[in-house]
């Protein structure tokens, strides 16, 4: 990694990748650092592809992300992992949520789901996790905190403490699933502590 850490949050429209992306920011402006964000939505209304590029380090120049440059991918979807993976640098580490959220054009006979997707998962990526953001969130009670799940699970990867993370959350999400949203962090991080981080 060099000084500025390239984070790539991707996934399909509707799984809450830009209020996540607006957290990452957050914490990192809450820690004194220089940071940057770029956005593509896609199709995003009708699920299509989403992904939001932060970049954090005591100055960045620029919100984009090269190919190749990413230090962690964080992905909220198997098959986007797969889509944006030219992204994430060599050592990079891409983390997925263990989800598959199969377009129209496969439930209409379109096209076809990949069916070694799993297995396409570990040979692209060397640095791999697979994090069960979507059960995670469905034992929670709450679909909708897949996202902040996933935040937890990259809190891991970050030298910053959990009392920020959670502020910005409080400072980011309406009260009344404030906390919906903060057992979905902490169950997050619980998470991405057994996988390895």
Known sequence: ????????????????????????????????????????????QRGGSVISQVRIGEKVYSPLIAVGQTDILLSFEKLEALRFAHFLAPDGIAMVNNQEIRPVTVSSGQSRWPEDLDERLRNTFPRLE????????????????????????????????????????????????????????????????????
Not at 23 to 38: E, M
Not at 155 to 168: K, P, T
Request: proline share 2%.
């Open 130 to 197: 697979l994090i069960p953001a979507l059960d995670i969130a469905r034992d929670l009670g709450n679909v909708r905190v897949v996202n902040v799940v996933m935040i937890g699970a990259l809190s891991n990867h970050l030298d910053i403490e959990d009392a920020i993370w959670r502020e910005s959350i409080r400072a980011l999400v309406k009260p009344q699933y404030l906390d919906f949203n903060l057992k979905a962090f902490d169950a997050g991080k619980r998470a991405g502590s057994a996988v390895g981080v």
């Open 1 to 44: 990694m060099t000084d500025v850490l390239n984070i790539s949050l991707v996934g399909v429209g509707g799984q809450g990748i830009l209020l996540a992306s607006d957290i990452l920011c957050h914490v990192a402006l809450l820690t004194g650092k220089d940071v940057k964000k770029s956005e593509v939505h896609g199709m995003a």
